[in-house]
């Protein structure tokens, strides 16, 4: 069935460093995405989303890049601090869809 | 505004019992999903409702599992006769037009045990 999936499944990365965590899509009919933050004991918290229409979405110290041809999805994350440590999920769903289909998560750790 | 609401945070039961979790969403959300999450995996689907009416259950076991969202009332998620498989954390999310269009904000979750 379509599924998405991360390519890594742990990113250690230097306090002050930008992180990069990928993933991967496979449902064509996909066209909004969104990544989650998932920290010890709690529930995802939304980060940023962004449409098919767009290529590339940028927040707070947060950028998300899409590329439907390889169908693949990444967020960037800038100066990378302590508390961005946690697994973080990407999430696909079609604009009529009922439901969010998540990846395996990629454990973030932020080394000091 | 508060956020999605659940209780109770962990809830242990032992095999063959019943478990109830409760939640509530967001305020002017009308739209209600439930999640399981396995330790080390992702959250997997199991139903969408929205007030009174089941959306999308295509992720829940046919057996033993069920769930509402009562015109009045916190959504329930109802595991009978539960087995050590059911341990897992469950999680509630809500949106105001649906998953297509807004983001899910999520619960803390229900930490279930089986023993």
């Known amino acids: 069935g379509e599924s998405v999936g991360l390519h890594l499944p742990t990113l250690s990365v230097q306090e002050g460093d930008n992180s990069i965590i990928n993933c991967a899509y496979s449902n064509s009919a996909s066209d909004y995405f969104i990544w989650y933050k998932q920290e010890s004991g709690k529930g995802p918290q939304f980060i940023i989303d962004i449409r098919s229409n767009m290529d590339k979405r940028q927040g707070q110290r947060v950028t998300v890049l899409l590329n439907k041809t390889v169908k693949h999805l990444s967020l960037q994350i800038a100066a990378t601090q302590p508390g961005d440590s946690a697994v973080y999920f990407c999430?696909?769903?079609?604009?009529?869809?009922?439901?969010?289909?998540f990846g395996t998560g990629t454990q973030l750790k932020v080394e000091l | 505004n508060a956020g999605v609401m659940q209780n109770p945070r962990h809830l242990v039961r032992r095999r063959g019992q019943e478990a109830r979790l409760r939640c509530s969403p967001m305020k002017g959300h009308s739209h209600v999903y439930w999640y399981r999450q396995l330790p080390e995996e992702g959250l997997k689907f199991m139903v969408y409702?929205?007030?009174?009416?089941?959306?999308?259950e295509s992720g829940m076991p046919k057996e033993r599992f069920s769930a509402e969202f009562p015109k009045e009332g916190p959504s329930i998620l109802r595991i009978q006769q539960v087995v050590r498989g059911d341990s897992a954390a469950y999680f509630c999310?809500?949106?105001?037009?649906?998953?297509?269009?807004?983001?899910?904000?999520f619960g803390n979750g229900t930490r279930l045990t089986v023993t």
């Open positions: 999430a696909e769903t079609t604009g009529g869809g009922n439901k969010l289909t």
């Open positions: 999310a809500s949106s105001p037009r649906g998953a297509g269009v807004d983001p899910l904000h």
């Open positions: 409702l929205q007030k009174e009416n089941i959306i999308d």
